[in-house]
């Protein structure tokens, strides 16, 4: 008799879903995922939760266009990586990210960015208005580096980043916020005039 409850318990807890009883190590509740890719973990060691895991997107390589999308991102995500891999641009314009809401928000930014090269021989700051801005010291600058965007409350997003250039010896770091309209679903990459093209490296998100 008891042998075979043992078997019940186990094999209830050897799957993604099943009541795992607490007299044999577990917490008496159900561990059933709610939403596809979800997965089951406890962040105290006492409540088990359905929490989606971090999703990474497609990779797209930054080797031409104005700007490249990445759309459709589910409602529940909190946070957002931009991940910068080489990427420059034909021209001297500004790179920055952009975030939406059905569509691209391009005003209503808050924050600034700096970058320096060679120490103290050059550097410069910019304000962020229409984006989180990359910026940069000329159209062969080529970036590397990491943008978060968090969801601090409602439909306001804070964004911090920081990375370097593998051309010259110098770094660019920034941050931010915005207030959407609405619950963000898109996230862009371009530049502040909105002509310069993109010609070498890649982009991609992860989300959770």
Not at 1 to 20: D, K, P, W
Not at 85 to 90: A, D, L, W
Not at 134 to 158: E, F, K, Q
């Amino acid at each position: 008799m008891t042998i075979s409850r043992n078997i019940s318990v186990m094999a209830q807890g050897a799957s993604s879903s099943g009541i795992l009883a607490g007299g044999y190590g577990g917490l008496g509740a159900s561990v059933s995922p709610t939403t596809a890719g979800n997965v089951l973990f406890t962040a105290d060691g006492s409540v088990w939760s359905s929490t989606q895991k971090i999703v990474r997107g497609t990779s797209v390589a930054t080797t031409s266009g104005t700007s490249i999308d990445f759309t459709s991102i589910p409602s529940w995500v909190k946070r957002i990586t931009i991940m910068l891999q080489g990427v420059s641009t034909s021209g001297t314009s500004v790179v920055q990210i952009q975030i939406g809401s059905g569509s691209i928000t391009a005003t209503g930014y808050s924050g600034g960015a700096v970058y320096t090269v060679n120490i103290t021989a050059t550097g410069g700051a910019v304000t962020q208005t229409t984006g989180f801005q990359v910026p940069g010291v000329s159209a062969v600058n080529t970036r590397h580096g990491l943008y978060t965007l968090t969801n601090i409350s409602g439909n306001i997003w804070v964004a911090s980043g920081c990375g370097g250039f593998s051309d010259v010896a110098g770094s660019w770091q920034g941050g931010g916020s915005l207030t959407l309209s609405g619950v963000l679903d898109r996230v862009r990459l371009t530049t502040v005039n909105g002509t310069d093209t993109f010609d070498a490296g890649s982009v991609n998100i992860l989300y959770e």
